[in-house]
């Protein structure tokens, strides 16, 4: 039997097991399929290697119950929305007394000017506004750039992710190196190949050939690729490309929804970057809907210009729900008692311990593997090294070892995410979840052919 039938044989045994332990999942499964699409409230809530959709009945900390009464030890932890743990008390007791005094006004908080004063300290930039998600907060980004650089032009990296925003849905052709619309993108009317240009990361070459006619806006970009497997700057590589940007006149805007593991401020503080606007949602209020975006005073003194020479209406910026009085609540408690160097340090030497172990173990299963960490986020990558670019994702990555891997761990109470293996270290991750998951990995090396 070769290894590919192997691996069929394997999934199969692990989804009849699944079957078996989850038998209230899969009813609520059937259930749902009358009143949502796909049997979930949201249609990605269904993008995993398991027969069904695992059903949660309840999450604190690390711990992940199902409806099935089953816990999990969690390192997907909300694909990095419960990065800093399942409602932490601090954001759960805010909610609960905001709840209690009003949700939503559309007028500021009293509480604003306190977590605009924590926001430049969390995170260095002194002017800031609030959206509900990463996707509204670099639409709105996008907006701003072209209004105030009066240029049409963005530029992404490819393989890149900023949300649901239509101009980064686009692919890069290896061959001519044009921009191509994402097949996978549903409902899309517009080939956004006339506005965005595509690169390929970590590639300065390529870099200020797109910069160079003068016609950027802005460079929109997560300081390493995180949601088309993991994929790190090279040593001086955001150095140049800062100094590129300034040259030709393109705003940086770093998107940092998922690398604010890499410690306090993010990547951009930990490696003291200093991009023109910034960006982050998803665990930024604890979990709670919210996103931020920042900007220096010389980009703030730009906008207030254009939006004070445009014609009185709407501005295309800005939602009803945008900073309503509970989001404020829990992004102050989340900023006072979360992103604090105290909460990293234990993250930070929690996932170290955990590289450590997957890497001890890879290499003395002489699996071709690799495991790349960038702070308290990490990816066991099947592949015998760290990828540079995307088109290195495409030729190594192996999707159904990734998906075997994944329910091979639930099945044995580890949750890792459904995407590229990726396991994020929270604060209330201890010394038992790693080894737990250690272990979990060591039968895996066990029944894996070679």
């Not at 001086?236 to 604010?260: I, K, N, P, S």
Request: glycine share 8%; proline share 7%.
């Amino acid at each position: 039997m070769n290894r590919a039938s192997t691996l069929d044989t394997l999934l199969a045994q692990e989804r009849t097991r699944f079957v078996h332990t989850h038998p209230r999942s899969m009813a609520l499964a059937q259930a749902a399929e009358a009143h949502f699409l796909f049997g979930v409230p949201l249609h990605w809530m269904r993008d995993w290697p398991s027969p069904a959709t695992l059903f949660v009945q309840q999450a604190q900390g690390t711990a992940l119950t199902c409806a099935d009464g089953l816990t999990y030890r969690d390192f997907c932890l909300g694909d990095t929305g419960a990065m800093f743990g399942h409602s932490p008390a601090p954001v759960a007791q805010a909610i609960a007394q905001q709840a209690a005094q009003g949700l939503t006004c559309m007028l500021p908080s009293t509480l604003a000017p306190r977590v605009g004063r924590l926001l430049q300290e969390r995170f260095g930039l002194p002017l800031w506004q609030m959206t509900l998600t990463a996707s509204d907060a670099n639409r709105f980004v996008l907006r701003w750039a072209r209004a105030i650089t009066r240029r049409p032009q963005l530029l992404v990296f490819d393989g890149c992710y900023h949300g649901a925003v239509d101009d980064t849905l686009v692919d890069l052709d290896p061959a001519s190196g044009r921009t191509l619309p994402r097949p996978s993108v549903l409902g899309q009317v517009h080939n956004h190949d006339a506005f965005t240009r595509v690169v390929p990361f970590n590639d300065l070459s390529a870099l200020e050939a797109a910069l160079a006619p003068g016609d950027v806006a802005l460079l929109l970009a997560e300081p390493a690729l995180t949601n088309f497997g993991l994929v790190p700057p090279q040593p001086g590589f955001w150095e140049a490309a800062q100094a590129l940007c300034r040259r030709h006149g393109t705003l940086l805007v770093l998107d940092e929804t998922h690398t604010l593991s890499s410690g306090v401020g993010g990547y951009t503080r930990a490696h003291g970057l200093r991009p023109d606007l910034w960006v982050a949602g998803k665990a930024v209020a604890g979990g709670l809907p919210c996103a931020v975006y920042g900007f220096t005073e010389e980009v703030g003194q730009r906008m207030r210009e254009a939006k004070t020479a445009a014609p009185e209406g709407h501005s295309g910026i800005g939602t009803t729900l945008s900073a309503n009085a509970l989001t404020l609540a829990a992004l102050h408690a989340a900023l006072e008692h979360l992103h604090t160097p105290a909460t990293y340090v234990h993250m930070l030497d929690t996932a170290q311990t955990l590289e450590a172990g997957l890497m001890q173990r890879i290499h003395a299963a002489g699996r071709p593997w690799t495991v790349t960490r960038l702070g308290a986020r990490m990816e066991l990558q099947f592949m015998p090294q760290t990828p540079r670019h995307a088109q290195d994702v495409r030729d190594f990555g192996q999707p159904a070892l990734e998906a075997f891997t994944h329910l091979f761990m639930l099945n044995r109470g580890v949750l890792l995410t459904p995407f590229h293996s990726m396991m994020l270290c929270s604060p209330a991750t201890s010394a038992q979840d790693v080894q737990a998951l250690l272990d979990a990995f060591d039968e895996l090396l066990d029944v894996l052919p070679r």
